[in-house]
């Protein structure tokens, strides 16, 4: 098996796995232990209290089967995790842009479709751990065409950061919850901002981004 190429670490990443099929925990397992020298699986487990319960929790990240039968909201459990301080990437066998866009804005770093190349699962986990959004182009194609209206493309972190400040949290307690600074999340604000206008929408109060927001699937509807 080809190892793929290792960033310099100082620790290895310590990662958990959760997903109901037997046989694809098993090979995932096998196949990122064999890939990925600075990633070490701590942890393969079936369920969600499993994972909860495990010695090794928390781990740096944890991929999760977005499908999981177990009527747990995929929000709680990413809410959860980000309180434990730990990072999110999700694995779907859907690529629903409603799907991929609520995950996001529960805080997901990242959304992989099962049936994508499994050396994007490392680079997803990598990222993650970094803070960063990992989204296939796939999956990126899939929400930008399910945006209405001639929406502007954003990227993950910014959809995120539209989210949350659209559901009303002020800019300090958006940089905390994406683990950013205030000036960052003010950036991304003013890049969205910036994107909408040329789009030909104005979304420069808090009102009207909400708005917008909601008119894009960014921010589900709760009121």
Request: aromatic letters at 4%; glycine letters at 8%.
């Amino acid at each position: 098996m080809t190892n793929i190429a290792v960033p310099s670490r100082e620790h290895p990443i310590r990662l958990a796995l959760v997903d109901d099929h037997r046989m694809l925990l098993g090979a995932l397992t096998e196949w990122i232990r064999g890939a990925a020298d600075d990633i070490n699986m701590v942890a393969a487990v079936t369920t969600w209290p499993e994972l909860l319960t495990h010695p090794e929790f928390p781990v740096d990240v944890v991929l999760l089967d977005l499908d999981l039968k177990d009527n747990i909201p995929v929000s709680l459990k990413i809410s959860t995790l980000k309180t434990a301080g730990v990072k999110t990437v999700l694995m779907s066998t859907y690529s629903e842009p409603g799907l991929v866009r609520e995950a996001l804005a529960a805080g997901a770093l990242g959304y992989l479709v099962k049936s994508e190349e499994a050396n994007m699962i490392v680079e997803a986990i990598r990222a993650a751990y970094d803070g960063e959004s990992y989204i296939s182009a796939e999956l990126d194609e899939a929400l930008s065409a399910g945006t209405s209206g001639g929406s502007p493309r954003l990227s993950a972190q910014e959809r995120r950061v539209m989210a949350l400040y659209g559901a009303g949290e002020p800019v300090k307690a958006v940089a905390h919850q994406l683990g950013i600074s205030e000036e960052t999340a003010k950036s991304y604000l003013k890049r969205i901002r910036e994107k909408y206008r040329l789009a030909g929408f104005d979304v420069g109060t808090k009102v009207a981004l909400r708005k917008r927001a909601i008119h894009d699937g960014i921010l589900l509807q709760t009121d």
